[in-house]
């Protein structure tokens, strides 16, 4: 069985943004396994985005712990974060994923270039990548010329381009139709295979929780059901 | 990489950047003009109290410029003239005989400075014949003419063919007089001259102090102003009992102009500098605004503050290095073509010419000034740019991405 590369213990985060505290979430305990193609689902407000922040090393919590790869994230200083969500992080967002005055191959290429990854290599990779996700006859072109699933995808060539050893992509597919949408989960399905990555999500959608292995279900900040499939 | 963007980054809204990098174009270009006219100023100022009253240095007895007195005549003066004529960066010289006294008409008297020239020396180094605007240059009288200056005339209210009696102490300090008839009025450029010199033959004034051996001043014309230094040093190392002067020693409110042309120039840096951080800052500032998601998702995907910071410090840079070499281009090629027609101020010629000033000038700028005026740019938007770098550094990449 994979190891456990995952895990939050207590996990609670509250918001004190105005004078009434809110609790985004209240003490989350979670195991996942690497490779996992896992979806988190839950109605609005249900704490997805916080619990993936929170393992994204994008958000401390207020209290509890949260071990992602072995670096234990309530430890680390907003700087060794940065570093930690270069190497190790992959972000896919709903959107404004991509830096818009750049191509879709200068796009993935950035962030081995914040790898300091050779040139050579950061060509090879993101035009192999772009290939992948179908998007090899776009390569030039910049994200204001791409469809919005085109863009996920460019995303999603991104998040994978340095190699992290996670995936997290927050409401993916929420501004794509539903043709958009199914093409995207199947595309990071098969990088979840080809990779070897592990995959979270967070989603409300129907159609992506379908094509998820696993599904952790929130609610009010808490988790009410985990079901692997079989 | 990062510069690829910051330079893409500052054409996403090429209206705004349009307009930062005119007004640092057009703030240069008028720093560029006000500039090159002040140093025409100054310059002409320069020119003429060289032209036609200092000129490039002046020897004198050591004790002459502290106590101008008649028995304070330079030793050595033939010595002088015959190095002076041999040497080939030495265009012309003079030799005077220098009286401080009085001039007195039926009607008015003043205190003036009596010069008794050679009348071709003169001619040669101060151009006095071309200065008058009445009269001739001591060719109608054999004896006894005087050529005084045009307010100085007025002063005494005297005309052509006036007679001025000139009074003063001789070589052995007694009070001595002549009678002069005026031949000649002039106009100098040269306030100090207008307001108390006067000229009359050497061979006059050496018959009233009684000896013909006497020189106070030789005033030496440069082919070049670069050669005065080194031909002032070598007249000190040569003749140690005579004082050497160049124009600059010996007139101290000409370094006085200088300063006064860098001291504008520096103001009028600073009040634009300022005035384009106020903008800049304005502009950088909105750019981060419009950006904060984009830079909350850099900062999410693993772009540290520091690339962050420099990507925006490289944006603004970018701006001023545009707009710096457009304004000073502009800037070049108005001073160039100014310097070659010249500014004709002549509607202000009495107020000019009382100061000392030329009617036209030509306006020009050193490759100093143009380097100062681009690196005083880049300075400022360098620092203008760090509160905007700072701000957007100060980003939560979270609340940035929400907003």
């Known amino acids: 069985m994979p190891e456990v590369v995952i895990r939050t213990s207590g996990l609670t985060k509250v918001y004190q943004e105005t004078k009434v505290p809110v609790k985004a979430l209240g003490g989350v305990d979670l195991e996942i396994r690497e490779g996992e193609f896992t979806a988190v689902v839950g109605p609005s407000g249900s704490g997805k985005s916080t619990l993936l922040h929170i393992i994204g090393g994008l958000d401390y919590p207020t209290q509890g712990q949260v071990e992602v ?6 430890e680390l200083n907003d700087r060794e974060l940065i570093d930690f969500r270069l ?81 997290l992509a927050d409401e993916p597919t ?45 609610e009010d900040g808490v988790i009410v059901s985990d079901v692997t499939k079989a | 990489m990062l510069l690829l963007i910051a330079w893409r980054n500052i054409w996403r809204n090429p209206t705004r950047s349009i307009v930062v990098i005119a007004a640092i174009a057009v703030g ?60 080939p960066e030495v265009k012309a010289y003079s030799q005077r005989v220098l009286i401080n006294g009085m001039i007195a008409s039926t009607r008015a008297s003043s205190g003036v400075q009596i010069y008794g020239i050679n009348l071709d020396q003169e001619k040669a180094v101060t151009s006095l014949d071309s200065l008058l605007i009445e009269g001739n ?32 102490q001789d070589i052995e300090g007694n009070v001595t007089a002549g009678a002069f008839r005026v031949q000649g009025i002039f106009d100098s450029p040269s306030p100090r001259l207008t307001e108390g010199g006067v000229y009359v033959r050497q061979q006059d004034l050496n018959q009233l102090l009684g000896t013909d051996t006497l020189v106070h001043e030789i005033a030496v014309l440069m082919h070049a102003n670069t050669q005065t230094p080194a031909v002032a040093q070598e007249l000190r190392s ?18 006085l102009i200088q300063e006064q042309s860098n001291l504008t120039m520096a103001i009028l840096l600073v009040i634009l500098m300022v005035a384009l951080a106020f903008g800049i800052v304005n502009t950088m500032l909105m750019a981060v605004l419009e950006r904060e998601r984009e830079l909350g998702m850099l900062m999410a995907i693993g772009m540290n503050r520091q690339r962050i910071f420099s990507m925006i410090l490289m944006e603004t840079v970018f701006l001023s290095l545009v707009g710096g070499p457009v304004g000073c281009l502009l800037g070049y090629v108005t001073v160039t073509w100014l310097g070659d027609v010249g500014i004709d101020l002549s509607a202000w010629t009495k107020g000019l010419q009382q100061y000392g000033y030329s009617t036209k000038l030509f306006p020009f700028l050193s490759i100093k000034e143009y380097i100062l005026m681009v690196a005083s740019v880049v300075l400022t938007a360098i620092l203008a740019a760090m509160y905007p770098s700072y701000k957007a550094v100060k980003l939560n990449p979270i609340e940035a991405m929400r907003s």
């Open chain 2, 238 to 255: 040569k003749y140690p009992a005579s004082e050497i002067k160049t124009w600059e020693e010996l007139s101290p409110e000409l370094e």
């Open chain 1, 87 to 167: 190497e190790h992080i992959g972000f896919v967002f709903q959107a404004f994923n991509l830096i818009p005055v750049l191509t879709a191959k200068e796009n993935v290429e950035f962030i081995m270039l914040l790898q300091k990854l050779p040139a050579k290599e950061r060509e090879a990779r993101a035009v192999q990548l772009l290939q992948e996700v179908g998007l090899g006859d776009r390569m030039h072109n910049r994200p204001s010329e791409l469809s919005g699933g085109q863009q996920q995808r460019v995303a999603v060539a991104r998040a994978l381009a340095s190699r992290p050893q996670f995936i």
């Open chain 2, 137 to 168: 240059y001591f060719t109608e009288k054999p004896r006894n003419a005087i050529l005084i200056s045009r307010k100085l005339a007025d002063k005494l209210k005297a005309e052509m063919r006036t007679k001025l009696v000139l009074t003063f």
């Open chain 1, 69 to 74: 790869g072995g670096h234990h994230l309530n």
């Open chain 2, 28 to 87: 240069i270009w008028a720093i560029a003009l006000t500039v090159g006219f002040i140093n025409s100023l100054s310059d002409s100022y320069i020119r003429n109290s060289i032209n036609y009253d200092y000129s490039h240095l002046q020897v004198h007895h050591p004790q002459f410029l502290q106590e101008p007195e008649a028995r304070y005549s330079i030793r050595n003066s033939k010595s002088i003239t015959e190095y002076l004529q041999h040497n």
């Open chain 1, 174 to 218: 929420a501004n794509l139709d539903s043709k958009a949408a199914a093409n995207l989960l199947n595309m990071m399905a098969e990088m979840n295979q080809r990779e070897k990555a592990t995959f979270i999500f967070s989603t409300h959608d129907q159609r992506v929780i379908e094509k998820a292995r696993r599904v952790i279900t929130l």
